[in-house]
């Protein structure tokens, strides 16, 4: 693994000699299409880049790679920027980007990339996951009933949320994914009617706004990085570490307590802690236990 990073370093320093270094966000933004983000076991990035790209650009491709279908998904940029042509594609009005871990540090996932595609009972252990959703929402005013069984309404501060998608590139699962299916498909073992478990081994979901991780999160991947090598090779992109300025410059906990050693050059460790008190700082997010992530974001749909 040494070697291949240093060959990797080595040709990476080759080809941008006369060029800006490459950044998370360029790449993100280049991208063809999400799951070309994807680097194996740095998923707190891939999720930043994919958060990026959808949050700035106008449209972004969704492809589903196990069915050989792509489609292009648009969004409302906040409503973002008042984008108000949507050529009547789907309109996603919140972004957030969810860790999944537990007290134990130790999340059995099942339909991970990880894990052979043709061996669906086979499931990987992680340290922490992390992915994105996307929601659409209306008020609660103009809801109406006959919706459908996957897109039942779920009422939160007078705010309806009548669908929710995973984008997790790291799973066998379809993509963009709905997110009753995703749960079903990654934590069958956690399903209400039979819980086969140990309790401390289910997960529990940290649930970030996505603007605000693109804001705060930063990392410099020496947790990855044991023993004089890599334990996975990381991307070619420079670090992303555009939290750290707020961390050196605000006294609110974004690289103190709770939120990992600043001087470490990453707060990783702040969105992983499930078990942290509240503190009041909203861009930390909220923690959920898995039904109650599944009846926030579905409306409680099995």
């Known amino acids: ?62 492809d589903d790679n196990s069915n050989g279908s792509s489609s292009t998904a648009r969004h409302n940029t906040n409503k973002i920027n008042n984008n108000n042509n949507l050529n009547n594609a789907e309109q996603w009005d919140e972004y957030n980007v969810v860790f999944v871990s537990n007290a134990l540090r130790c999340c059995p996932f099942f339909r991970q990339r990880a894990t052979p595609r043709d061996e669906p009972r086979e499931y990987v252990c992680w340290d922490y996951h992390v992915f994105v959703i996307r929601s659409s929402r209306r008020s609660s005013s ?45 934590f069958p073992h956690a399903n209400n009617d039979r819980r086969e478990l140990d309790p401390n081994y289910l997960p529990s979901f940290r649930v970030v706004s996505a603007r605000d991780y693109l804001k705060y999160f930063y990392s410099d991947r020496m947790h990855m990085f044991e023993g004089g090598k890599w334990l996975a090779v990381p991307p070619k992109y420079e670090p992303i570490m555009n939290g750290l300025s707020f961390a050196q410059t605000d006294n609110d906990g974004i690289g103190g307590k709770g939120g990992g050693n600043s001087s470490r050059g990453s707060n ?25 992530f599944r009846a926030t974001f579905t409306g409680g749909i099995a």
Request: aromatic share 6%.
């Open 268 to 292: 990783l460790e702040m969105y992983i802690d499930m078990t942290s008190e509240p503190d009041g700082l909203e861009f930390k997010g909220r923690v959920l236990s898995l039904d109650e």
């Open 1 to 62: 693994m040494k070697e291949d990073t240093t060959s990797s370093s080595s040709s990476s320093s080759s080809t941008t000699t006369n060029s800006p270094p490459l950044t998370a966000e360029t790449t993100a933004i280049r991208s063809s299409s999400d799951r070309n983000l994807r680097v194996p076991c740095y998923c707190e990035e891939n999720s930043w880049r994919i958060a990026h790209r959808h949050l700035h650009n106008n449209s972004t491709t969704d």
């Open 142 to 186: 103009s809801s109406s009933s006959g919706s459908r069984a996957n897109e039942k309404e779920s009422k939160t501060n007078n705010i309806t949320i009548t669908k929710t998608e995973v984008l997790d590139v790291d799973t066998w699962l379809p993509y963009p994914c709905m997110l009753g299916n995703y749960l079903d498909g990654s």
